[in-house]
Nanobody, 120 residues
Framework: QVQLVESGGGLVQAGGSLRLSCAASGIIFSITTMGWYRQAPGKQRELVATITSSSSAAYGDSVKGRFTSSRDNAKNTVYLQMNSQGPEDTAVYYC??????????????WGQGTQVAVSS
């Protein structure tokens, strides 16, 4: 089994910054794509960022230019640096990892989520 543990959420004022971390542990041969998604109350979960094992990142339109994702493959950890935050960034942020076992097919795992609240 694989566990994803997110950290770094909290309350920040508009214009401020937060950095989220997500560490994967368990039976891992390799991790292909890691990513961040968020879900605000009453809204569908949306893509924030994805990043490949070679650190090629893609972002949702609403965060481009403000958020940056990075990863440390040696630590099986992905990060999300969030700058110039606004109230619209308030949501529960979830980490996702696509994990390859030594043998078999890949599986998607999700973290439990971390709350980010931005006050105006």
């Amino acid at each position: 089994q694989v566990q994803l543990v997110e950290s770094g959420g909290g309350l920040v004022q508009a214009g401020g910054s937060l950095r989220l971390s997500c560490a994967a542990s368990g039976i891992i041969f390799s991790i292909t794509t890691m990513g961040w998604y968020r879900q605000a109350p009453g809204k569908q979960r949306e893509l924030v960022a994805t990043i490949t094992s070679s650190s090629s990142a893609a972002y949702g339109d609403s965060v481009k230019g403000r958020f940056t994702s990075s990863r440390d493959n040696a630590k099986n950890t992905v990060y999300l640096q969030m700058n110039s935050q606004g109230p619209e960034d308030t949501a529960v942020y979830y980490c996702k990892a696509t994990v390859l076992p030594r043998y078999g097919v890949s599986t998607n795992y999700w973290g439990q989520g971390t709350q980010v609240a931005v006050s105006s």
